[in-house]
């Protein structure tokens, strides 16, 4: 089923106009990436979807519900988490503290310490550093906590912005795979927003490729891939 359609979107800062006329969906289960160079328009729409920012004109439906107009809050309260680009976590908690903060975002309070479990089983080096502050941890640990961090609210859609920015290829590699692993184990669906095209559409089970604010093609990752 249907987990996010964009219908024409449009959006703008100001007077300034960053998508244009933008379709997208997510069926449930998929990995969905959104690829394009920078400036192209990826984070804004990750952006619109959580509401962020506000589509001026279209529509955004989220498990077939109109959420164009819904704030942020209200969003994330239904089920959809991102993880913003620069890997925001809180430097002054620990590791542990840092995914309690992500418990507290959940709605069902139950399943939390199996989820930790679940966690710290996909990052093990999260559990080995679980009473260090955030901010002691190298940025490839620190995007594993992001992500962690996310999925203890137990998200429907995660929503990642550009998690290998910054980051060695072999630390990106293994980070794609714990993502590849959740959707797999957990049934997380993924909107990957990423300018580095060759491993997120390694990962990805269909593909948009964006330019100047438009989706300029669309198809499985396979064929995107192949035709690169
Ligand atoms: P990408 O994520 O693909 O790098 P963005 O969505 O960040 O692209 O940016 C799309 C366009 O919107 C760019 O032209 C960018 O300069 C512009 N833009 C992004 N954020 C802002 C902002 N806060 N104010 C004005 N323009 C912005
Ligand atoms: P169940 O319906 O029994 O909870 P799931 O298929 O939802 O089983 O989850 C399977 C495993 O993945 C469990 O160990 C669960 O703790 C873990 N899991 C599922 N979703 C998440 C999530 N968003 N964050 C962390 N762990 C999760």
Redesign the pocket.
């Known amino acids: 089923s249907r987990i996010l359609e964009l219908t024409k979107v449009n959006s703008f ?2 007077n ?1 106009q ?1 998508l244009y006329d933008v379709d997208l969906h997510i069926d449930t289960g998929e990995i969905i990436t959104l690829i ?1 160079a ?7 729409t990750l952006m619109t979807v959580c509401g962020v920012v506000q589509a001026r004109s279209g529509s955004v439906e989220y498990q077939g519900l109109d959420i164009t107009k819904e704030s942020p809050n209200k969003i994330v309260g239904q089920g959809i988490c991102q993880v913003p680009e620069g890997r925001l976590i809180f430097p002054e908690l620990t590791v542990q503290e840092n995914l309690d903060m992500g418990a507290f975002m959940r709605n069902d309070k139950s399943g939390i310490a199996r989820d930790l479990e679940y966690s710290y089983d996909l990052f093990p080096i999260l559990a080995e550093r679980r009473r260090q502050p955030g901010g002691n941890l190298s940025g490839g640990e620190q995007q594993m906590l992001a992500i962690a961090r996310a999925l203890m609210a137990r998200p429907k859609l995660l929503l990642l912005d550009e998690p290998s920015m910054g980051l060695a290829p072999l630390v990106v590699r293994q980070i794609f795979d714990i993502i590849q692993k959740v959707n797999r184990e957990a049934g997380t669906t993924i909107f990957l ?1 990423e300018q580095n095209a060759n491993l997120a559409l390694k990962i990805g089970h269909r593909g948009y490729v ?1 330019e100047n ?1 438009r989706i300029v093609l669309t198809d499985t990752c396979d064929k995107l891939l192949a035709d690169e």
Do not use: W
């Open positions: 800062y100001g300034i960053a394009g920078n400036g192209a328009g990826k984070s804004t927003v964006m604010g």
